[in-house]
């Protein structure tokens, strides 16, 4: 199992600012995953980070808004940029065990943006 | 886009009942997975069924698997208050060596009232 510190837990940011979050795992892993999930929603995935290779997007999501950082094989950055009231939602890292297909999450980060 | 869709949304069960929560899923799928997650925090991994099992079971957990249907359903026996959480089910989507992706259902709510 990995054990992944998310930080922070929650902020509450203007309107134009940006926000950094981390993750750091406790083990080296390949495959980092950012997550967004709004209020009452599921979660939707925002991109793949795998060291040494750009971010892999999904529909909807783009780098300009969501720059990731993996500089190495036990961290990530996700940054939301210019934020809106839209972009009101929890961030979740999360990264594959890939001998057991499980999923491990950090704790996730409740955003607000006045 | 969704791949597992739960029901029922929101389930409200007497402690030591029995709660049954189902998962249907469009496409084909390697495996399905089910998570826990408490207050909108971080998801806990509870159980994997792969494609060519039908039922598996972890503690209080039994999970069963229709691929004909393209159904899945989480059975927790004898509840207990501190199983109130949100419970989704999530199905992967393999695309080639390099890439993974598992998407999730939009959830079960449940409240267990002691």
């Known amino acids: 199992s990995a054990v992944i510190s998310q930080k922070p837990s929650r902020d509450i940011c203007q309107r134009g600012t940006s926000l950094t979050i981390q993750c750091q795992v406790d083990s080296q892993v390949t495959m980092m995953f950012w997550y967004r999930q709004q209020p009452g929603q599921s979660l939707t995935l925002i991109a793949t980070a795998n060291q040494g290779s750009e971010a892999t997007y999904e529909s909807g999501f783009v780098i300009d808004k969501f720059p990731i950082s993996r500089p190495n094989l036990t961290f990530s950055t996700l940054t939301v940029s210019n934020m809106s009231p839209e972009d009101s939602s929890i961030y979740l890292c999360?990264?594959?065990?890939?001998?057991?297909?499980?999923?491990?999450f950090g704790s996730g980060t409740q955003l607000s943006v006045l | 886009s969704q791949q597992g869709e739960e029901d029922p949304q929101a389930l409200s069960i007497q402690e030591g009942e029995n709660a049954t929560m189902n998962c249907s899923y469009k496409t084909s799928i390697n495996n399905l997975q089910w998570y826990r997650q408490n207050s909108g925090r971080g998801l806990v991994h509870l159980i994997l069924?792969?494609?060519?099992?039908r039922e598996k079971h972890s503690g209080r957990l039994r999970v069963t698997l229709d691929t004909s249907k393209k159904s899945s359903s989480l059975l927790i026996t004898a509840s207990r208050a501190a199983d109130t959480a949100s419970y989704f089910c999530a199905t992967d989507a393999n695309s080639g060596a390099g890439s993974y992706q598992l998407t999730f259902g939009k959830g079960t709510k449940l409240s267990v009232i002691p």
């Open positions: 069924i792969r494609s060519n099992e």
């Open positions: 999360s990264v594959l065990d890939g001998l057991s297909e499980k999923l491990f």
